[in-house]
């Protein structure tokens, strides 16, 4: 289902919405406020005040022109509704994410250290722009950051798969995982919209940690943890210490890395 947008012209503060009339607003609307000349010296500070007497809600000032947009995300009493769901699919993400590992390495011919698998994830990154990207089976990859992203090129369902967290690929972000849910075909039609891919997952996920169903993880890395379903078989994780841990990645036989080198 699509947003519409509704217009308010305001060119006085009297015509300004009030809260409890945005309060209201359907998810499926979207308010933009326009600020005529006489008022827009206070289109900020207007902002600021509907950000903090609307929490759940995605208050967007536009920098440059006069207006403001009002969109209401997700709410706690739908996330709850359709908790099942959420948990089913973040299942499905760890699994999928599971499965396009184990194929990527093998189709690379890889070995995997399997406490640290980023090691080799960051070695197809690093050497060229060839190897950072491609295609393995019936997926296209593209290798940034701390994720892999992978592409169904017929299905055309994507999914971000975390290598940070050992043999652990069920970390959710917000973003990556509205995305994988809105491009999963076998999800259609949803049993909630999910109109902000950022601001809404947020809201998932920071409701299903209230309810219990998901739970914090340390990642390889000091100082870093991420998210995971809570009901899984859990996957021990070890901290990276690079004077120890570091090693060069190998290739399954020596034919297979002449390969490799001339056609990746």
Not at 66 to 90: D, G, H, M, S, Y
Not at 248 to 264: M, V
């Amino acid at each position: 289902m699509e947003r519409t947008t509704h217009v308010i012209t305001a060119k006085s503060i009297q015509e300004l919405p009030c809260i409890d009339y945005l309060r209201n607003i359907p998810r499926q609307k979207i308010i933009r406020i326009v600020f005529d000349h006489p008022i827009n010296h206070i289109r900020e500070d207007y902002g600021e005040q509907l950000t903090k007497n609307l929490p759940h809600f995605q208050i967007d000032i536009h920098s440059i022109e006069p207006k403001i947009e009002v969109k209401k995300l997700i709410t706690k009493e739908e996330i709850i509704a359709n908790q099942l769901f959420f948990v089913q699919c973040a299942k499905d993400y760890r699994k999928l994410g599971e499965k396009l590992v184990c194929l990527f390495f093998e189709k690379k011919k890889v070995k995997l250290n399997k406490d640290f698998p980023f090691l080799a994830f960051n070695y197809f990154k690093g050497r060229s722009r060839r190897t950072q990207s491609g295609k393995v089976g019936k997926w296209r990859y593209f290798l940034h950051g701390f994720h892999c992203h992978f592409q169904n090129v017929t299905t055309k369902q994507q999914i971000e798969v975390p290598f940070m967290f050992g043999m652990e690929f069920g970390d959710l972000d917000p973003y990556f995982f509205s995305r994988y849910i809105k491009s999963t075909p076998d999800y259609h039609p949803l049993p909630v919209n999910i109109y902000e891919d950022f601001a809404d997952g947020e809201r998932i996920l920071d409701v299903m940690l209230q309810l219990g169903l998901l739970e914090q993880i340390n990642s390889n890395l000091e100082n870093h943890s991420g998210l995971v379903i809570k009901d899984r078989n859990k996957v021990d994780i070890k901290i990276y210490n690079p004077d120890k841990d570091y090693e060069k990645i190998e290739f399954k036989s020596r034919l297979s890395k002449f390969i490799q080198f001339f056609y990746f």
